[in-house]
């Protein structure tokens, strides 16, 4: 199996995953979105050399994920190929901020490093638990919410559309690779030239085919909005489930970590 025959394979599992029944998939649409909304925040809120702090919010995921039968390692799988952008917001810390912020032994760490693993965590965290959301949800119905929710009709079409796209673009580049290769007699090795024609017709060739399915779509009724298919009810447990996680979050950002590790230590 190729890189890309991967992806989209993993692409697929994540809405097969939505498809499945556990008291996480029962809970509304519209509650899951705010409560990771509330969860983002709460976790960006936390200072950056607070690093105990956050890693206290690791908990949410890993319940998440037992809440709604799915493999939290799958999740910190697909997270860590995020991992890269993340690193890129804080590189430069360690470079700016050198005063000593905490000891290992006899060994100075420095406010940047704490700063820059800060950073790691609070992204990853953040994308395991939208990754949860959509696992145990599903894309379209959590743009469904967004629409339910007042949120632009141009906002969440678009949004859609956009992840649509992603299949369009990845199953055009498998095409195009098993062209290549049926046409290269066994060569790995290509040259920058090569690569540069293989981008541009892929992109022409994704432009063409989203095209087609625009047009597709006009001919169907489309106006701008998603079709409304099934009805989304809010129940007294999706109130208890928004409730519950305003309660844990704002507990988890207002306790004193410091505190209790003192504590512990004596």
């Known amino acids: 199996m190729t890189a890309l025959e991967k992806a989209l394979t993993e692409f697929k599992e994540v809405e097969h995953a939505a498809q499945g029944k556990s008291l996480l998939h029962s809970v509304d649409a519209r509650a899951k979105t705010v409560v990771v909304f509330l969860y983002i925040i709460a976790v960006l809120s936390v200072g950056l050399d607070a690093l105990q702090g956050i890693l206290l919010f690791w908990v949410f995921p890993i319940v998440g994920c037992a809440m709604g039968g799915i493999s939290?390692?799958?999740?910190?799988?697909?997270?860590?190929?995020?991992?890269?952008?993340?690193?890129?917001?804080g590189v430069f810390n360690p470079l700016f901020q050198r005063e000593p912020e905490l000891y290992v032994g006899s060994v100075a760490i420095s406010r940047g490093w704490v700063e820059f693993?800060?950073?790691?965590?609070?992204?990853?965290?953040?994308?395991?638990m939208v990754l949860v959301l959509i696992m145990t949800t599903g894309f379209y119905r959590v743009c469904r919410g967004l629409g339910k929710m007042k949120m632009p009709a141009v906002f969440t079409t678009q949004l859609l559309l956009v992840y649509r796209y992603i299949y369009v673009l990845v199953e055009e580049a498998i095409d195009m690779d098993r062209a290549r290769k049926s046409r290269s007699y066994g060569r790995k090795g290509y040259s920058l030239k090569m690569w540069g024609t293989f981008v541009g017709q892929l992109l022409i060739r994704t432009v063409n085919r989203a095209q087609r399915i625009h047009l597709a779509m006009l001919s169907r009724g489309f106006s701008g909005g998603l079709p409304s298919m099934g009805s989304m009810r809010w129940?007294?447990?999706?109130?208890?489930?928004?409730?519950?996680?305003?309660?844990?979050?704002?507990?988890?950002r207002l306790l004193d970590v410091n505190l209790i590790f003192n504590h512990m230590r004596i």
């Open 72 to 89: 939290y390692g799958e999740v910190l799988k697909k997270s860590l190929y995020t991992l890269p952008f993340i690193a890129f917001i």
């Open 117 to 128: 693993v800060s950073i790691l965590v609070r992204g990853l965290l953040s994308v395991q």
């Open 235 to 252: 129940r007294l447990s999706d109130t208890v489930f928004v409730a519950a996680g305003v309660l844990l979050f704002a507990a988890c």
